[in-house]
């Protein structure tokens, strides 16, 4: 409790300094006869101000001749010596002050006590007295050394509180952090299973459910990128130069022709290895239009070039051939080129050796892929931002690259749930894919984020 704290004699002085000096203060004597009187003089034993003519009679009585006495004037002008109050309060009486010291009990008392409690002893005597040379007594010194030592416990268990608080605290975090730990497993786990769930849900609708999502979501993806084309082109007549303009007119043209053959394309080429031979399907109406016979041409893969150009893919070489069955010209690769895909129907990507896949436009190498996490190269995709996915099939995972040949990320195929990687196939202008396994069989429609 602040009330049992000792009495700050210093601070008790300054505020006692502090007050005199703000204001000129009345003879205390004085004021008891009603009568108002600039006081000269300050008594420190008696805390109270003196005129003139009280300061003589106060100097004149033996019991209080002693009394340190100091000219207010000096107080004002902040040249007075005084520091401390040499006043002490009797514990006993509170408005008595300690002026005497008795040396059987070693204690200070006020004159009261003196006459009441300590009566029977002689031995009393000034407070000053045995106030001589305190400072350098043994007693002090000691007295200060044992303070210190206490100090010194006091901090060590301080410390070993505080350290006992943390290890608390601690132990109280990591108890919350494993329970949070587990919560999150048991949240994973539910999300899998959820996801699991959903997959075999979706998995489970009818073709007609899946085949009209497919197209709503083709179309979709068809008229964001349309309105994108007419906005940069309108920024483009508004803002842009002549020139500006009319590169983004050949360029979204350009563009725009090959969006509008993929609209209109219901038509889709499916090549059978053993048989070496060509289905053009109508999708829409899931019925076979024609076959194209390669007799002597095997057939791993296929895509669709410009015009009415195709790309087979054999294993170590890519055949152009045309519509009609002509070979236009062939390219020789290093192997693993058992499928090809195209991102604009002006290059061709193909696997190109074990670990390396290579893009080609025309007859100038565009780049070539190469990593040793890469074995066995066989499908590959392209999603609606250009990215190509590369199956490594003895490496069983799958590479995603940027367009120009730096890879984004390798993806395990165990994230897929299949075991061996073979062909990959985007949705037009969509991040959906279908993946098969050349094990299992089985087809696994995906999502990428």
């Not at 003879?27 to 003139?52: G, H, L, R, V, Y």
């Not at 979204?252 to 509008?260: A, C, D, F, N, R």
Request: glycine residues 4%.
């Amino acid at each position: 409790m602040a009330c049992n704290l000792p009495t700050n004699h210093i601070v008790k002085s300054m505020l006692d300094k502090r007050a005199i000096q703000m204001s000129a203060q009345l003879c205390n004597s004085c004021q008891i006869n009603n009568e108002a009187i600039t006081a000269i003089s300050w008594c420190t034993i008696c805390e109270e101000a003196f005129c003139e003519q009280c300061d003589k009679c106060h100097k004149s009585f033996k019991f209080t001749a002693k009394h340190k006495v100091i000219s207010i004037q000096e107080i004002q002008s902040g040249n007075s010596n005084l520091k401390i109050s040499e006043v002490l309060k009797c514990e006993e009486y509170s408005s008595k002050n300690n002026e005497v010291y008795c040396v059987d009990h070693s204690q200070p008392c006020c004159t009261l006590c003196a006459q009441l409690s300590h009566r029977k002893f002689e031995n009393v005597t000034s407070i000053e007295n045995p106030a001589k040379g305190i400072k350098q007594f043994n007693l002090t010194t000691t007295l200060i050394k044992n303070l210190d030592e206490r100090n010194k416990e006091l901090d060590e268990i301080i410390a070993k509180r505080k350290d006992s608080m943390n290890i608390f605290e601690n132990t109280s975090e990591n108890i919350i952090q494993e329970v949070s730990t587990l919560k999150m497993v048991v949240i994973d786990h539910l999300n899998k299973l959820e996801e699991k769930i959903k997959f075999d849900l979706a998995s489970s609708k009818i073709h007609v459910v899946m085949k009209f999502t497919d197209e709503i979501n083709t179309f979709s993806s068809y008229k964001s990128v349309s309105a994108n084309w007419k906005s940069v082109l309108n920024v483009s007549i508004e803002q842009g130069s002549d020139q500006q303009c009319l590169m983004e007119v050949n360029r979204i043209g350009s563009k725009m022709t090959i969006l509008e053959k993929e609209m209109d394309e219901t038509i889709i080429a499916i090549s059978t290895y053993r048989s070496n031979t060509n289905l053009f399907v109508d999708i829409s109406e899931m019925k076979l239009i024609r076959k194209l016979d390669f007799s002597d041409l095997p057939v791993y893969g296929l895509c669709y070039a410009d015009g009415n150009l195709f790309i087979i893919s054999d294993g170590s070489t890519l055949t152009w051939v045309s519509s009609k069955g002509e070979i236009i010209k062939q390219k020789s690769t290093r192997g693993n080129s058992f499928y090809v895909s195209t991102s604009d129907m002006k290059d061709c990507i193909y696997g190109d050796g074990d670990n390396s896949v290579s893009c080609v436009v025309g007859n100038r190498t565009k780049f070539t892929y190469t990593s040793e996490q890469l074995s066995s190269p066989r499908g590959i995709g392209i999603d609606f931002e250009g990215n190509i996915y590369i199956a490594g099939w003895s490496s069983k995972n799958i590479h995603q690259i940027t367009d120009d040949g730096n890879l984004i990320r390798t993806i395990p195929i165990d994230t897929f749930g299949i075991r061996r990687p073979w062909t990959i196939r985007f949705a037009p202008n969509s991040n959906k894919l279908v993946v098969t396994c050349s094990s299992s069989g089985k087809v696994v429609l995906c999502e990428i984020s």
